[in-house]
């Protein structure tokens, strides 16, 4: 035991280590207006010094001390929680002992703190219960240090006090992460065995493992109704239908109201099927309503070298069975030197007229070969076709309805994979056109139909390009016309050939399409004069683009806050810290702070160089705040920014400047947003009336694509997150800024970028420009109950301001085919509602 001597002019104690925090309190009696600073030992190493700053007023009024700032407490460092058992000691200035109090005997001290290093986590759960089947829940792990929730955790589930399943909470429940602001994939879900449904009860018990703790709403007893159960129902609908058919309305109601299962991309066969089904019918109705009156002849291209005949087969027949009949189809066997495919592409010509055979003498590579069929068509419009594809039998059709509905010169529909087995796969579901998108990668792709005209004005494939011929073809395309007359038919009406040796399988089996497709965009940037440097994105047919910024307008960064001093002081730190960028201002918006914390961080920001503060002494109204920020500055460009985020690039004004300046149309820029631990809070914002806005691609790890790169690759957007948003001064002006009326808490940066598109300008999500959002550290959530009414107003304001307008109604950016208001990219609409 430890004691302090009587003579020392120190005064303290070690009060407690909980989960890595040590805590206690010290105070210099010669000086006690000043902070006293400790050292700090670790299995007997001095590792740190800590210096007595926080409030203790229970040490101040229990030995009537002059001060009540005299507690440290001082955060265990990583490294030492490896398993192994470790020393902590806390010593005054002059080296004697920080006595630590034993918690077991309050009245005992010791030199010196053990601990075990292993930090305990925190868990936050709850069990849903059986619904239809499934037993339902979610649980998040609370790191003890960081405090970053998140989900994957294990799970053990009895049913009866026998362990029958092991969890893995790793699936998507957005309704979580709405609430908590956390990891979104914490869910699970245990389809129930046939031999626990029934009448009788059962009792549930789950726990997180390895430890074993008991999740919230668990245990407990329930049963689960037999589907049987639900087949018996269905046949008591059944004879009262045959025995009063007044009763036959109410039977239809019951059977529509047993649930259906939904569709995602797990189960796109399942959709695809269903979908085909219902496009041909919508075609079929279509046809009968709105006959073509016009029927121009379209030329299909179909370059061919030693294709598997059974899917050149195929191929050609699904040319052959389309439902528009006006058409030609130009093979060009590119001196493949095969008698078999020579012989039955011949029988093929003699079977159907509209095959027109063209043989090379000699290979000519994809673009050579591909410039042959051009030079032969001799339709109104040209479509392109791979050998070992297949084309859905309408695809001719809608191609040519939508040309005539938009008088588009270039139209492009959207496309999935077909494997070996049949099987559908795979989709690429497509935004309308999305130039920004174009330079990342050619997502355009399949079905490709463009005016002959145009095509010969745009002029042949360059075989510079081969491998990426086709994505040149269409930026020199962008390059001639404008974007209104290149139009996306959102109809799936492609599959390509999934095949071991394809690119739809492995594009590293050509690298050569790599290099080529750098040099395309990076040429296509040339010729529009715009300086860029341009790479591909880990060696895959990805591009990123590296604007040159060539002037240095005023930037100025918009934050506001409510004491919170130690976040906003991290974030105004980071931002001092990795900005070079040197013409900017921070402006800080005090909203009515009270905190002496929060009074002395005021004072001393505005003495740094780059800060100013403004004070906004009125009830918290986002909108308002940075409406009255943005009226006090003369900067060319703003940045809003939460004062929960924290940048760590150097050069990340100037990468935003980069993209906000590659062209007069663009009116704003979103950054990428992680969470602490590497997944993604914001990779940009999808619209519509289900779900107002939602965040795509949450949760998702920053190592991962997203929905066809979509996360790695900067590209136009409807509408991004305020939290870290770039916009033009003179748009924002325009469009009237953000709404302080009516939207003054949620929702205003969604309405503020269906503004600024409205208005004609387009919205960036650039993936380049990377930041950690430390979400819910700045404010509650929406949903709470104080905030429920206000919320529920502004969802309202929304709808009833958007909900006509085009770009709500469908997200031009955004694919048609998936929801808005379950997880974006992955959830697919009931194909019967089309």
């Known amino acids: 035991m430890a004691k302090q001597p009587a003579a020392s002019a120190f005064l303290g104690y070690f009060d407690s280590l909980d989960n890595g925090i040590a805590r206690g309190w010290a105070l210099d009696r010669r000086s006690a207006d000043v902070p006293t600073r400790l050292h700090i030992l670790i299995d007997g190493q001095e590792v740190d010094r800590v210096t007595c700053r926080q409030s203790r007023p229970d040490a101040q009024t229990a030995l009537g001390l002059p001060v009540e700032k005299l507690g440290f407490e001082y955060q265990v460092p990583e490294r030492y929680f490896d398993g192994g058992s470790h020393t902590i000691a806390i010593r005054f200035a002059d080296r004697s002992i920080v006595p630590f109090v034993v918690s077991s005997s309050p009245l005992e001290t010791a030199e010196a703190c053990t601990f075990d290093g292993v930090l305990t986590p925190q868990f936050q759960s709850f069990v849903d219960g059986v619904k239809q089947g499934a037993l339902r829940g979610w649980i998040l792990q609370k790191h003890p240090r960081t405090g970053v929730q998140s989900g994957n955790c294990l799970v053990s589930v009895t049913v009866n006090g026998a362990r029958v399943a092991q969890l893995r909470a790793d699936r998507y429940r957005g309704d979580v992460a709405a609430v908590l602001g956390c990891d979104p994939n914490c869910g699970f879900e245990f389809v129930l065995p046939q031999q626990f449904k029934g009448t009788s009860p059962q009792t549930f018990s789950l726990k997180v493992l390895p430890w074993n703790i ?15 159960l639900e087949a018996r129902l269905v046949d008591i609908a059944s004879t009262i239908d045959r025995l009063y058919r007044e009763l036959a309305n109410l039977r239809m109601e019951i059977r529509d109201a047993i649930p259906k299962p939904g569709y995602n991309l797990g189960d796109y066969d399942r959709w695809a099927r269903r979908y085909y089904a219902n496009l041909r019918e919508r075609v079929a109705r279509a046809r009968l309503e709105d006959p073509l009156t016009d029927r121009p002849l379209v030329s299909i291209l179909c370059p061919t070298y030693r294709p598997l005949m059974s899917d050149f087969e195929a191929a050609i027949q699904s040319v052959i069975g389309q439902t528009y009949e006006n058409w030609e189809l130009i093979i060009v066997d590119d001196a493949g030197k095969s008698k078999e495919t020579t012989a039955r592409i011949r029988a093929f010509c003699e079977q159907d007229k509209r095959i027109r055979l063209i043989t090379l003498a000699k290979n000519a590579g994809i673009s050579g070969a591909t410039n042959v069929g051009m030079d032969a068509a001799k339709g109104v419009y040209t479509a ?6 297949m084309l859905v039998d309408v695809a001719i059709e809608v191609m040519v309805r939508a040309a005539q509905k938009t008088g588009a010169r270039m139209l492009y529909s959207d496309e999935d994979k077909i494997d070996q087995a049949g099987y559908f796969l795979e989709p690429n579901l497509k935004p309308d056109f999305n130039y920004r ?3 990342g990668c050619n997502y355009i792709c399949h079905l490709t139909m463009v005016e002959t005209a145009l095509m010969r004005e745009v002029g042949p494939l360059s075989k510079t390009y081969d491998g990426a011929q086709d994505h040149d073809f269409v930026l020199r395309v962008s390059e001639t016309i404008p974007a209104a007359q290149i139009v996306h038919v959102p109809e799936v009406l492609y599959h390509w050939r999934k095949t071991p040796n394809s690119t739809a399988v492995d594009v590293s089996k050509k690298t050569y399409a790599i290099q080529a497709g750098v040099a395309c965009v990076a040429d296509h940037l040339k010729r529009r004069g715009l300086r860029a440097k341009v790479s591909s994105i880990r060696g895959l047919t990805l591009y990123g683009v590296d604007w040159q910024v060539r002037n240095a307008p005023k930037v100025a960064i918009i934050i506001p806050f409510k004491d919170q001093v130690d976040t906003t002081r991290t974030c105004v730190e980071r931002l001092l810290e990795h900005t070079k960028y040197r013409n900017f201002e921070i402006l800080l918006v005090n909203n009515w702070s009270v905190t002496r914390e929060a009074e002395a961080f005021i004072a001393e920001m505005r003495e740094t160089a780059k800060v100013r503060v403004l004070d906004v002494e009125e009830k918290f109204n986002y909108s308002r705040l940075n409406n009255l920020a943005v009226a006090t500055t003369d900067a060319k460009y703003l940045v809003f920014m939460n004062n929960d985020v924290f940048v760590e690039q150097d050069g990340w004004i100037q990468t935003a400047l980069g993209e906000i300046q590659a062209a007069p149309d663009i009116g704003a820029v979103g950054a990428k947003l992680l969470y602490p631990n590497d997944t993604i809070q914001h990779a940009g914002v999808a619209v519509g009336p289900a779900g107002i806005g939602a965040h795509v691609h949450r949760g998702q790890p920053l190592t991962e694509y997203g929905y066809i790169g979509r996360t790695m690759l900067s590209h136009e957007v409807t509408a991004v997150t305020a939290a870290a ?13 953000f709404d302080e009326i009516d939207l003054t808490v949620a929702y205003n940066d969604v309405d503020l970028c269906l503004k600024i598109r409205h208005a004609g300008y387009r919205i960036v999500f650039c993936a380049e420009w990377l930041a950690y959002h430390h979400e819910s550290l700045s404010r509650g959530t929406d949903q709470s109950p104080e905030h429920e009414a206000r919320f529920f107003f502004e969802t309202e304001t929304m709808r009833r301001r958007w909900g006509e307008h085009p770009l709500f109604v469908r997200d031009p950016a955004y694919p048609a085919f998936f929801t808005v208001d379950r997880q ?9 509602t089309l």
Request: charged share 25%; hydrophobic share 45%.
């Open 725 to 737: 948003m770039m916009v033009r001064a003179d748009v924002f002006a325009e469009v009237g800024g």
């Open 437 to 439: 998108y174009l330079l």
């Open 214 to 228: 008991e999740l919230s709403g668990s245990p407990f007893t329930t049963s689960v109704a037999d589907d049987a």
């Open 824 to 832: 974006p990219f992955f959830d697919l609409v009931d194909p019967d």
């Open 384 to 389: 392109f076709f791979d050998h070992d594809d």
